[in-house]
Structures are given as C-alpha cells and as structure tokens.
C-alpha cells in the first residue's frame, strides 16, 4: 500500500508506518494538500503534492482548519486517494465531520495502529441519522454598523428555548456590550467576565454558572451578562473565553453567544506579543462555535460592509457552518424585489446562495424596547418573529410545532419558495399592528 504522510513533525510516524510494511511514497507538511489543492503552492511543489496523491492508495493527514477542506477531499477523491484523518481535539473531529470523513483517529495513535485502520476498510465517521446535528453553541456576528446582532442573538435565545429547551445568552461583546440594557438586566453583576475568571481557575460547573446567570423571565434563557464598562475587555482572553464557553456547552442544551464586529488580530498593532488581545473574546467564541448566523443589514450599505467582512469570517471560522441572515428588509433603500438583490448581490460577490430574511419591524422592535423585553414576548405573532422562527426551524433546528410549521410553509411557498422567510399577509401584519399597538 502506498501512503502520503502530511502531519508536521510526522517522521517518528512515517518510520513507524515503514516498519509495519506500509511504503510510505511521500512526507509533506500538513498544509501541502490545501496548498496544491488551492493552488497556492509553487509550480513545481504543487505539480510534486498532486503526483503524490494520485499515486497513493491513503492520505494520512492531520486535520485542522488549515489543513482540511472540502477542495482537498475533492482533490483525493479525483485522484482515487483515501483520506485517513488524525486529530487533536474536539475541534478537530467536528471539522473531519463536516468534510464526510471516516472517523478520525488521534493524532498520537501508534505507528502500528494506523497501519491496522490503512489495511482494514474505511471506518464510517457516523451512521445516518434522520435529524441533523444540533449546535450547542452558536456564535452571532456581524460587521460594523449596527446590523441587529444583539436584537438577533436574543430573539434567536428565545425562540430556541421553546419547546422546553434550556439556552444561555452570553454577551462577550468587548466593544459595546447590550444585552443588559437591552433586556432590563442589571449590568453590574457578575456576568460572564466572571464566569471567565472562574473557569481559568478549574471552578466553572453547572452550579455555579446558574448562581451567576439571570434569568430572562420565564423563557427559559439564562443571560450571562456582558462586561458593563468597554474597558474591562481584558478579562475577556481567549483561554478564559474558550474555557467559559465549554462549560456552558455542558450546562445548557443552546448557547447563544452574541460577539464584536471586528475580526483584527491585533498582533499587527501592538508591540507587546503576549499582552492581551481586544477581539480575542470574538474570535475565540467564533473558533468555539458550531454555527456562526451572520447577520447583515438588507441595505445597500449594510450588504457592502458585509461582504467585506465575510472573507475574514471565512477565514477565522473555517469549515465551521455559517448561516447568514438579512435583517431589516424593506424595499425603501433596494426598490423592486428587495430580497432577490440581496440574494444576488450576495451570489455573485461572496458566494452565498443560501440566505434567510427578517422583514423591518419597527412597530414591533420599539414595543420590545420599551418593555425592556425580547420581541417575541411583546409581539409573539409579530412578522419578525414569524420570519425567525422559520429560519430556526430550518436552520438550526427542527421547528418544535411540525405540522403548524408544515401548514405556514405551504401558505408561504408560493411567495417565497423554499430557504427564504416568509411574507406575512396584509391582514397578519394588520392584526399584529393593531396587537402592538
């Protein structure tokens, strides 16, 4: 059998495959077949990687978000190559899923071990199920310029614990956070900054997460409120965020995590290498996460500034799922055909074919703030939260309510057709005005 070895620092393992009879054709950097698969390496190693891959019988490769992706699974499958993933983490694992990989092996499996999983046949990473994966924890992001992030982030809270789930709503803005303020909350308790502190020091368990979290009424969302002045962003560090966020995934069914704008990684300008970093609670909480619902502005604007954005995303998230969701549609700043604009624009300059809506709902959106209260509490038949409830029920989980759910999806269609939120009719919209109201 003939093997390509691309794990770093992989030579005690090539050694070990070769005295187990595996002829082991070629040993590269992790990184070489996303390389040659982007085609990002020079001519000549590029042209070396794919010859190697074709003339190999497995890829045995360590997985993470640099070294795997779709394009290089598509890579090996042309060239008839197995792909044989090793792992370090949990992180790992979720993105070997997501590439339809065979279960994963660890990275530090003996030499002899994997020569047994190369001789043997491909190991299914999972068996079929009817139902999709749930996330645990979804991160909520959006760019600069006020899209809706933290209005969307507790909606989608909300509508999640439907149905009797339990869902934290964790505020790790470290520029401006509001979920407090938003919601009513008192912004002066311990929060999730202390929930951060606890966690670096081992004691962050379910109990203590309930003494320190809020309850937000009788929805079953528990709020972990954010920092209550900007300049406490560093107690937010990746390690104390990353931990924090880890006990949360055991404590609660959902986290909902509602995160900053800005995706800089703030090496590039400061000087001190190991102080601590602004956007480390967002980038963290986006590397923790297994959705990522990016939010983005239905206007001209707001579309611009996101697709900016998206690449730096893409980037920091790799193969983690993103769902993208306009918010505030209206046809006042887009003309005609409002939501096929955004789809296009969305197409063409980002690649995004899969895109949900949430109508403008001003009526509704200033009721809630006015309570002090999440739209869905004020308004709970209120087009806006119709349209999120529909994007939870098709996105992120199955809609608690199927045969309601069934009966609005097939008055809609005709509207909208399938992954696109539904347009409440005029005497809807005129009884939840009048309810609002």
């Known amino acids: 059998m003939k093997v390509v070895v691309a794990v770093d620092d992989g030579q005690l393992l090539t050694e070990g495959l070769r005295r187990e009879g595996i002829d082991v054709i070629a040993e590269v950097a992790a990184s070489a077949p996303a390389l040659a698969a982007a085609d990002g390496m020079l001519g000549a190693d590029a042209e070396a990687m794919l010859r190697a891959l074709a003339d190999a019988d497995a890829l045995v490769v360590a997985v993470s978000r640099a ?28 993105i070997a899923a997501s590439c339809g990989l065979e279960t994963p092996l660890s990275r530090h499996t003996e ?47 909300v509508e999640l614990a439907r149905g009797g789930r339990h869902v934290a ?36 368990d379910a109990r203590e997460l309930t003494r320190i979290a809020v309850p937000l009424g009788r929805t079953g969302v528990d709020v972990l409120t954010g920092i209550n002045r900007p300049s406490r962003w560093p107690e937010l560090d990746d390690r104390r965020v990353g931990a924090a966020l880890a006990a949360c995934r055991e404590w609660a069914d959902h986290t909902v995590v509602d995160v900053a704008s800005s995706l800089e990684r703030d090496e590039e300008i400061v000087s001190d290498l190991d102080g601590p970093r602004r956007n480390a609670a967002t980038l963290a909480a986006l590397r923790a996460a297994d959705l990522v619902v990016a939010v983005v502005a ?4 707001g579309v611009a500034r996101f697709l900016r954005g998206h690449a730096d995303l893409r980037a920091t998230v790799g193969a983690t799922p993103v769902a993208v969701l306009a918010n505030r549609l209206r046809p ?35 009721a809630a703030i006015l309570a002090s209260q999440p739209i869905a509490e004020v308004a709970p038949r209120s087009p806006f939260t119709l349209a999120l409830r ?17 009966r609005l999806r097939r008055r809609d269609t005709r509207r909208t057709g399938p992954g696109r939120a539904p347009q409440p009719r005029a005497d809807d919209m005129a009884r939840v005005a009048g309810r609002v109201g």
Do not use: K
């Not at 890579?75 to 983490?89: I, N, W």
């Not at 994997?114 to 760019?143: F, H, T, Y």
């Open 111 to 157: 030499p002899w071990r994997i020569a047994e999983a190369l001789s043997a046949a491909p190991r299914a990473s999972a068996p079929a199920e009817p139902e999709r994966p749930q996330p645990r924890v979804i991160a909520v992001w959006g760019p600069a310029g006020a899209p809706g992030r933290s209005t969307v982030a507790a909606e989608l809270a």
């Open 169 to 204: 709503l964790v505020d790790a803005d470290t520029h401006a956070p509001s979920l407090a303020l938003t919601l009513g909350l008192a912004d002066e308790g311990p929060g999730f900054a202390a929930a951060c502190r606890q966690a670096e020091l081992g004691g962050l």
């Open 298 to 301: 239905a206007d001209p604007v």
């Open 332 to 366: 006042g700043t887009l003309g005609i055909d409002a939501r096929g604009q955004v789809r296009r624009t969305l197409d063409r300059f980002g690649g995004i074919d899969d895109v949900w809506f949430l109508p403008q709902d001003p009526r509704s959106a200033d």
């Open 390 to 406: 529909r994007f939870v029920g098709e996105a992120i989980v199955p809609a608690p309510e199927p045969q309601r759910a069934g």
């Open 67 to 94: 070294t795997m992706s779709p394009t290089v699974v598509a890579l090996c499958d042309r060239a008839g190559t197995r792909v044989v993933p090793l792992v370090e983490d949990a992180a790992g694992e979720r």
